[in-house]
């Protein structure tokens, strides 16, 4: 490597991770790496808020999405290529056209990972519901309240997106916002028709002062019912799915396998 790519190459690298050092121990003086992640999952829940306000992020279930791998990865692939970019053209249109590749992959990375996410966290919550249902109705059953009962129900049913959403709601209400707000604004986040009805017998009971224990079990026994529907017509469309595969790669490879002897015999009866 000759001096004028060193001075090329090497001081701006030295340059940017000297600014860089600096930031980052200005982030942590004083602060534990702790906050500083909380600082930084914090920054992206805002951001993914505001991208869902602005009709950004559209599909349903962004909301429900906790984890900071899908922006994290994001952001490290923008930065893999934006270096990729400029290690091959280091002049200021290089530099330019490496930073709108890199955002415009790292974008794309972002939404086909949030949207991912977002699918999975919707089919946990139906997944998770029923046995919430059925907790719920137990814990009414033995003399709790509707507003204890939920608290108790977040905790005790398997970690995911619906205990968080139910933590969500339970804290909501415990900072003062109205119910009929709270639960109103946990409907939107979560657009899963049954947790909706499962909500709407919540808010009811709460209003009416009806017994909810008998209602409750009875929807989880319907959601219980839909499950194994869906679950039912998943496996019958598997024999459709499989039929592809069959007819083009395996049936082929089969026969191939069967009739290369008769295949070879003829050939060399032929041949000779």
């Not at 604004?185 to 899963?192: A, E």
């Not at 191939?256 to 009866?269: A, F, Q, R």
Request: charged share 20%.
């Amino acid at each position: 490597m000759r001096a004028r790519d060193v001075l090329l190459v090497g001081a701006p690298m030295l340059l940017g991770g000297s600014i860089l050092a600096a930031f980052l121990l200005r982030a942590w003086k004083g602060r534990p790496v702790a906050r500083t992640l909380l600082a930084y999952r914090s920054a992206h829940d805002r951001l993914t808020v505001g991208l869902v306000a602005k009709r950004i992020l559209r599909f349903p279930g962004v909301c429900l999405v906790s984890s900071l791998r899908h922006w994290a990865f994001a952001e490290l692939f923008a930065l893999l290529v934006f270096s990729a970019g400029v290690s091959f053209d280091r002049s200021a249109a290089g530099l330019a056209n490496a930073a709108a590749t890199a955002a415009l992959l790292g974008s794309g990375v972002a939404w086909i990972s949030l949207r991912g996410a977002a699918r999975k966290a919707l089919h946990s919550v139906r997944r998770d519901l029923p046995v919430a249902c059925f907790l719920f109705s137990l814990l009414l059953e033995s003399g709790m309240g509707a507003s204890s009962a939920l608290q108790e129900m977040s905790g005790a049913i398997p970690e995911g997106a619906l205990a968080g959403e139910l933590a969500e709601l339970v804290q909501s209400r415990a900072i003062g916002v109205p119910r009929g707000e709270s639960i109103e604004r946990s409907r939107q986040r979560v657009p899963v028709e049954e947790y909706r009805l499962f909500l709407s017998h919540v808010l009811q009971g709460e209003r009416l002062g009806i017994g909810l224990s008998r209602s409750l079990r009875e929807l989880s026994t319907k959601m219980l019912e839909s499950q194994s529907h869906r679950a039912e017509t998943i496996a019958q469309q598997a024999a459709v799915k499989m039929l592809f595969p069959l007819v083009f790669f395996i049936f082929p490879a089969v026969f191939l396998i069967i009739l290369s002897p008769v295949i070879l015999g003829l050939w060399d009866k032929f041949a000779g």
